[in-house]
């Protein structure tokens, strides 16, 4: 379990979760087990599996953490990790290359170093690997998705079509939600372009509501350092500044 217990003390010295300092830079970090997942009872080859490298912003941050504390000892976590990812926004070109010249490099050494990990395992170990990989994403998302639904995000948008089932499900014809669901595309499929209009303008109609809820609820989330839960085109802009992006 050497791989593990490296990991959370890099994820400890930083103080916080990878995930909250990237929250604070605007930009998404991956789990630092996204590459490879293990089942847990192939303890020997988990033991053996290579480290991957640190990104450049979160080796910037776990160098200028002990600064910050150091220096502001009575801030808390959460004020740091703002300041540092300003820091980090606000630092100049030159001086971002060479820490992302250090992670390439140690990426390039990760990535030869996993293939020959990869070619080791048996078909057998392969197959648990993939299915543990596969488990692991589906969770993954499930736990994103309640997050966001306690934090409120809006609901998506619903197409022309789908305003149309929700109307005519109940009276479709069918014994089961199969059979209904079966009928009202079918139905959907005959319907004239003019009939269908009615429901392409609830559709629009739809979207500018989730357009403003999410401007709104967007906002919010920047307002109380949740920038990990924006959609990443807003993440990418967050660079010039919210202010300009939501004029």
């Given at each position: 379990?050497?791989?593990?217990?490296?990991m959370?003390?890099?994820?400890?010295?930083?103080?916080?979760?990878?995930?909250?300092?990237?929250?604070?830079?605007?930009?998404?970090l991956?789990?630092?087990?996204?590459?490879?997942?293990?089942?847990?009872?192939?303890?020997?080859?988990?033991?053996?599996?290579?480290?991957?490298?640190?990104?450049?912003?979160?080796?910037?941050?776990?160098?200028?953490?002990?600064?910050?504390?150091?220096?502001?000892?009575?801030?808390?976590?959460?004020?740091?990790?703002r300041?540092?990812a300003?820091?980090?926004?606000?630092l100049?070109?030159?001086?971002?290359?060479?820490?992302?010249?250090?992670?390439?490099?140690?990426?390039?050494?990760?990535?030869?170093?996993?293939?020959?990990?990869?070619?080791?395992?048996?078909?057998?170990?392969?197959t648990?690997?993939?299915?543990?990989?596969?488990?692991?994403?589906?969770?993954?998302?499930?736990?994103?998705?309640?997050?966001?639904?306690?934090?409120?995000?809006?609901?998506?948008?619903?197409?022309?079509?789908?305003?149309?089932?929700?109307?005519?499900?109940?009276?479709?014809?069918?014994?089961?939600?199969q059979?209904?669901?079966?009928?009202?595309?079918?139905?959907?499929?005959?319907?004239?372009?003019?009939?269908?209009?009615?429901?392409?303008?609830?559709?629009?109609?739809?979207?500018?509501?989730?357009?403003?809820?999410?401007?709104?609820?967007?906002?919010?989330?920047?307002?109380?350092?949740?920038?990990?839960?924006?959609?990443?085109?807003?993440k990418?802009?967050?660079?010039?500044?919210?202010?300009?992006?939501?004029?």
């Amino acid at each position: 379990m050497a791989f593990l217990r490296s990991m959370w003390g890099v994820l400890n010295a930083l103080g916080r979760s990878g995930a909250e300092l990237c929250s604070g830079c605007g930009s998404r970090l991956r789990s630092p087990f996204s590459f490879v997942y293990l089942p847990k009872w192939f303890s020997s080859v988990l033991a053996s599996c290579p480290k991957k490298p640190v990104s450049s912003y979160l080796r910037f941050s776990k160098q200028q953490l002990p600064i910050y504390r150091a220096q502001n000892p009575d801030a808390k976590t959460t004020e740091l990790v703002r300041r540092i990812a300003k820091h980090w926004r606000e630092l100049p070109d030159s001086e971002k290359k060479i820490y992302r010249d250090a992670y390439k490099a140690e990426w390039e050494v990760y990535k030869e170093n996993i293939s020959k990990f990869k070619e080791q395992l048996t078909p057998d170990e392969i197959t648990s690997l993939e299915k543990e990989i596969l488990d692991k994403r589906l969770k993954r998302k499930a736990v994103t998705k309640r997050k966001l639904i306690q934090l409120g995000k809006p609901k998506r948008p619903r197409s022309a079509y789908n305003v149309y089932v929700a109307e005519r499900f109940q009276e479709a014809k069918g014994e089961s939600p199969q059979e209904k669901l079966k009928t009202v595309k079918e139905n959907w499929k005959n319907l004239s372009d003019s009939e269908k209009e009615l429901y392409i303008q609830h559709a629009k109609e739809d979207e500018i509501r989730y357009h403003n809820e999410m401007k709104s609820w967007e906002e919010h989330m920047i307002e109380i350092g949740r920038k990990d839960v924006l959609r990443r085109t807003i993440k990418q802009r967050q660079k010039y500044g919210a202010e300009e992006y939501y004029k």
